[in-house]
């Protein structure tokens, strides 16, 4: 007699619930999707004093993806829904201090314009306000790239566009505000501007926006408009020739932090820093840190008191990789210190972190069995860097399953919940079976399920891309593919190819749809990623003669 699935997951779940006792509570987020479909989980907030809210996108039948948003309590009893579909669809949601959830979906139809809906939701997902984004004169909205909330509800947002013109388009980029009834403030259009990439708001209320085109590429224009939508002023910064990407945080007293990969050299990556005034924009200092082949940033994060803390990753020369977190300075960008960890069979690789007020910070990731199978892994670590122990995720690489953890909260009692995604595995054949997603919260005691811990190292100084220049041996030589950044923006990089195993380059998506494909020509590529909307994406390479493949994971943020 077959067992069913249901009888057979609570099994498995109970199962794990033995084996780690630091698991509070497992919520099974399922679909039930058959194969190549599946239910991912995209992000999780903080919502009332005891919910949460979490995205997934739950099901997908060709170019339709449905998204359901979850509000479940503390204790993990999931307590409302909302559904929203669209063609290609993704979504963002924004918690607002009034307990009401803003949620943006994005649609973007094969034929046709991008449509883009806003929804106001109360405490019980009911809908008390929507609109869908338009701009007048036939603009055609390409992408929304920034979408905030300001201390009192009001929403801001900015993205770039076009507008007919005869035969022919005016590109144009926008800037508008709303407020917490959705109702249109003021707008801004600049026809000059070619992208209004990334925004943020102050506690002001005043929106800053950046401008980063590749035809002035590496130049940025900052802009900075008032809480009524005047522009206050514009300022030109010459940033880092070799950069791949550029995020941007503001800390509680309105200094902007400009930070991501760059290309050192030939054969080196590292990150980039900048730390520009509140006051008058001026840069206070621009670092440099973690030179090496293979580096990837994977997440940096700023807490209450402004201390910054940084998750990076690396190819080693002997084959093997390595995490390392640190702490940064913020008021002078040297490292206070650093914790590295090395993992080959039973791996760590730690993609996320999740910073509050406390005295302690998490790192999110997994542990690996194989190269297909690893199971949900939680690093505890005190801001003065002595690490605190960590916890395992519920389900057991014994049930041949990829389990990883992407996203993370502290609720109000200090708990962390976190979501992740669950891929059953066929070891025989190498595909997945099923996906699925899930939330889970972890106890507050200390455990021993953390990574190998090379301890705290001793505070380094930057180093600039023109002394690594003159000094080339200082850069790690590895001969291990390497893609990055990871999760990436605009352009994805791939280094480190053998040209004698694969000559084509190839993304899907996580069902299986061709997206794009390219030749490769020498043993690095490029590959432009800007028509792919947020998510987890598959690059393929590919040897059009032997049909030998193989597979690399990467994340689309944008």
Known sequence: MKTPRSLLLFSMVCLSFCLEAQVQWYQNQDGINP???????????????????????????????????????????????????????????????????????????????????????????????????????????????????????????TGDGQYPSGTDFIPASFVMKMDKYLGVKWKSIDTVATSFAYLQVDQSGRAIVIEDFYTFFPEIKIRKYSAN???????????????????????????????????IGDTAQGMFLYKLSKNNGNVIYNRTHFVAQGFQLCDLALDNNGRIFS??????????????????????????????????????????????????????????????????????????????????????????????????LTDRQGQLITIGNTNDFDPYTYNSTYFRAFAVRFGQGRNNHGCDDKGVSEPAEAITGKGLEEKPEDVLQVSKLVVYPNPVQNELNINNINNEDFDQLSIYNMQGALLQKQAIKGTTARMDITSLTDGVYLLVLRSSVTMKEKSVKFVVSK
Request: hydrophobic share 35%; charged share 20%.
């Open 35 to 157: 194969p190549p479909g599946g239910t991912f989980s995209s992000s999780v907030r903080s919502f009332t004093a005891n919910s949460f809210v979490a995205s997934y996108q739950w099901s997908s039948e060709n170019e339709t993806y449905s998204w359901k948003i979850s509000k479940s309590h503390i204790n993990g009893t999931e307590q409302k829904r909302f559904f929203l579909s669209g063609t290609w669809a993704n979504v963002e949601t924004r918690v607002g201090r009034y307990n009401s959830l803003y949620v943006l979906l994005k649609s973007f139809p094969l034929e046709g314009n991008a449509v883009f809906k806003l929804y106001k939701l109360d405490t019980n997902l009911v809908v008390k306000a929507q609109r869908q984004i338009v701009l007048p004169n036939n603009f055609s909205i390409f992408n929304i790239n920034g979408f905030e909330l300001d201390r009192t509800d009001n929403l801001y947002l």
């Open 311 to 408: 998750l990076t990753a690396q190819y080693l020369a002997s084959g093997e990789q390595q995490c390392v977190i640190s702490r940064i300075n913020p008021s002078a960008g040297n490292l206070h210190w650093s914790r590295s960890y090395q993992y080959s069979t039973d791996s760590c690789v730690m993609t996320k972190l999740v910073v509050d007020e406390s005295d302690r910070f998490y790192a999110l990731g997994e542990r690996r069995n194989s190269s297909y199978l690893s199971r949900g892994l939680v690093m505890r670590i005190k801001k003065n860097g002595q690490q605190d122990g960590g916890f395992n995720g519920p389900d057991s690489v014994g049930y041949q399953r990829s389990h990883v953890l992407v996203g993370g």
């Open 229 to 263: 939508g005047v522009l206050l002023n514009t300022r030109r910064l010459e940033t880092d020739p070799g950069r791949f990407n550029l995020l941007f945080k503001l800390d509680d007293e309105g200094n902007l932090f400009l930070y991501g990969g760059k290309s």
